[in-house]
């Protein structure tokens, strides 16, 4: 199979690619720099026509069977229109590319838990626009794009939608914006976090390799569900994250239990403590999901491998990267 992978050279789409070309596909892997990892280097923009692509490269594409989307920007704390704006247009140029391209069967779309916002009650696959309010422009853009996805009838697309992903990769890859990871310099430097139950709640992270053979298994699967969700299915805690991303250091995680008034008090007075509001999305739970949203994956959830949060951290303290942002190309929610 000929696939074409957008937003390859990031951390999810290094998993991703590997994993296609893992099974013998032949790989296309399309971001701004121009370099692949495990398959063919193709320079390309989202925010551009055609993906940015000449005519050339587009007679290379014209036998890929499947698209993959993976691209877009973590740092919850960019620009609000830039950030939206990405999402937005980069997925109507990927879905406008895909639609162009004579073969293409699929196109297999990364959304995120995050688009759900603040939803109440108990949400499944077939949930979006519930009456959500949104956290942070990062949501919101997230609940645009996959409404965008969802509404195109040019080619079938294939939604699946990940919490945060951790495990190893290139230490450049990780990023430190948009998850857990985004609490860890301010952790390590005897920080205290107010959490809704001290952390003792599910964020639906799961390891990044098992989501790149979720995307894989997506884009074989002769049949494929409109929409499905993957996370690790032990549902580790935000307390349990923290406390082994903690670990490599031998630092102990100084976390509280905080109602809603002491984590108000938190944002408030984080820009004096080094705590940018991005960092203190998590400090509440997030919403409830369907016990039976992983029965909808092509196959059987793909199995966690052991110790893949605390890799991560080992990763990252190996790269003396844990007190430096990243701006990472690929989506993680």
């Known amino acids: 199979m000929k696939v074409l992978v957008v937003g390859a050279s990031g951390y999810l789409g290094y998993w991703v690619t590997r994993s296609l ?36 490269a587009l007679r290379e594409l014209a036998e890929v069977d499947t698209v993959v989307s993976c691209f877009g920007s973590v740092d919850w704390d960019a620009d609000p229109s830039a950030l939206v704006g990405l999402h937005l247009s980069g997925t109507r140029n990927v879905l406008n590319t895909a639609a162009e391209l004579p073969s293409v069967r699929r ?3 990364i959304s995120s838990l995050l688009a759900l ?41 294939s939604i699946v939608r990940f ?25 390590l430097q005897g920080f205290p976090l107010f959490l809704e139950r001290g952390g003792r709640f599910p964020v639906y992270a799961g390891d990044v390799a098992a989501a ?16 499905c969700t993957y996370f690790d299915p032990a549902r580790p805690t935000l307390a349990r994250l923290l406390h082994e991303l903690c670990l490599p250091w031998g630092t102990v995680p100084r976390l509280l239990e905080g109602g809603t008034g002491l984590r108000r008090l938190q944002r408030l007075a984080g820009g004096r403590l080094g705590l940018s509001a991005s960092t203190l999305e998590y400090t ?50």
């Open 117 to 157: 916002g603040r939803a109440e009650g108990v949400v499944g696959n077939r949930e979006l626009s519930v009456g959500q309010t949104f956290r942070n422009w990062y949501e919101y853009a997230k609940y645009r794009s996959e409404a965008l996805a969802r509404q195109e009838r040019r080619v079938p697309v």
């Open 107 to 109: 196109v297999v779309h």
């Open 212 to 227: 790149g053979q979720v995307v894989a298994d997506l884009a074989h699967a002769d049949e494929a569900p409109e929409v």
């Open 284 to 333: 509440a739970r997030l919403p409830v999901l369907d016990p039976e949203v992983l029965a909808a994956l092509p196959g059987p959830a793909p199995g966690e491998r052991p110790g893949y949060v605390r890799e991560t951290a080992e990763v990252l303290r190996s790269a003396k990267r844990a007190l430096l942002p990243v701006d990472a190309e690929e989506s993680t929610p």
């Open 163 to 187: 919490g945060p992903l951790l495990g190893p990769a290139p230490a450049e890859l990780v990023p430190l914006t948009g998850g857990p990871l985004q609490a860890l310099p301010n952790l």
């Open 21 to 56: 070309t893992e099974s013998g596909d032949e790989v296309w892997e399309l971001s701004r720099r121009g370099r692949a990892w495990h398959g063919k280097a193709l320079k390309g923009d989202v925010l551009s026509g055609r993906l940015g692509l000449d005519e050339d």
